[in-house]
């Protein structure tokens, strides 16, 4: 519906999946499973970490948090996924939309940003073992997050505002949410400012912190090699290697959808890396942190071993 001009859109529709409907029960039985298991396996996480005293170290607080914003980044969009899989077209008010773009690029440059205090984290621990509490206090590690949520408001808000008051010449967003990209096409005029907005705030966003952990890993690789002994270097490797993984999932899949020219953007494509970001790397992030970790591993079967004498 148009009040006055096309700048006043105040509903659009979401096109979803359109081009493969006859795909669609598959497609919504495979997520729904895929949002349960995700959800159940991050508070898992969470649970464990909080309820066992010789896990409450830095390294694991960082790993609550990224648990935590995973829960929420999938229950921003997977529910709205699964509406469109249901019904088809959704009808989503301009007010929702723009709280679905904002809350979107705050969970994911907030996880950007705490992924890269995760990798100081592990620089500080490796390469300064006898000062890392000190550097590390838990008033450090609550700081760095509070940024890394600072950071996510102050993105989402310069999108969302240059978005939604900026002249639109359409309401029908082929995506499955209100991501950026489907957006500026509907941006009437020249979006040549939107589109270097939107890769100069990705630089920030994405490339910058992505560069600190490049920078974290040299070091951390360099002091590892001068170990004298092949059992400490393989134990720090060990502890390096899962977040290692997970950055470079969520880091190259965000990184080829936004440092990219809009020319080269194609509707499939764009819905493919949007469901690995938001879908496939929150399905991982358990399965890598849990399955390489020695000591989450110990404190779930001691937990699970709790529970059996209970029962």
Not at 287 to 297: G, H, M, P
Request: glycine share 4%; aromatic share 12%; with cysteine.
């Amino acid at each position: 519906m148009i009040l006055g001009n096309l700048s006043g859109v105040s509903e659009f529709r979401l096109l979803g999946f359109s081009e493969i409907s006859h795909l669609q029960p598959l497609l919504f039985v495979v997520l729904l499973s895929l949002y349960i298991l995700i959800l159940m396996a991050n508070a898992v996480i969470a649970f464990i970490i909080n309820s066992d005293n010789a896990l409450h170290t830095p390294m694991y607080f960082f790993l609550t948090q990224l648990s935590c914003l995973d829960i929420c980044y999938l229950s921003l969009i997977i529910p709205t996924i699964l509406e469109n899989l249901m019904v088809g077209t959704v009808s989503i008010s301009r007010t929702r939309c723009a709280m679905q773009m904002f809350f979107f690029l705050f969970f994911g440059v907030a996880e950007c940003f705490l992924l890269a205090a995760m990798s100081l984290d592990r620089y500080f621990a490796i390469c300064y073992p006898l000062h890392y509490t000190i550097i590390m206090s838990s008033r450090v590690c609550r700081s760095l997050v509070a940024g890394t949520y600072i950071c996510g408001t102050a993105v989402g808000s310069v999108h969302t505002l240059v978005t939604f008051t900026s002249p639109l010449c359409g309401s029908a967003i082929n995506h499955f949410f209100c991501e950026i990209q489907p957006l500026l096409d509907l941006l009437c005029g020249n979006t040549f400012p939107s589109e270097i907005q939107v890769i100069v705030v990705a630089v920030f966003a994405i490339l910058s912190p992505f560069l600190l952990v490049i920078y974290s890993y040299i070091c951390i690789i360099s002091t590892i090699l001068q170990m004298a002994s092949a059992e400490r270097q393989q134990k720090a490797f060990s502890t390096c290697s899962s977040h290692l993984l997970a950055v470079t999932l969520f880091y190259g899949t965000a990184g080829s959808m936004y440092l990219r020219p809009k020319y080269s953007y194609c509707a499939s494509v764009d819905k493919f890396l949007s469901l690995s970001y938001s879908v496939v790397t929150p399905l991982l992030n358990p399965v890598i942190y849990s399955l390489r970790n020695k000591e989450l591993k110990g404190a779930l079967r001691k937990k699970w071993r709790k529970v059996n004498l209970v029962w």
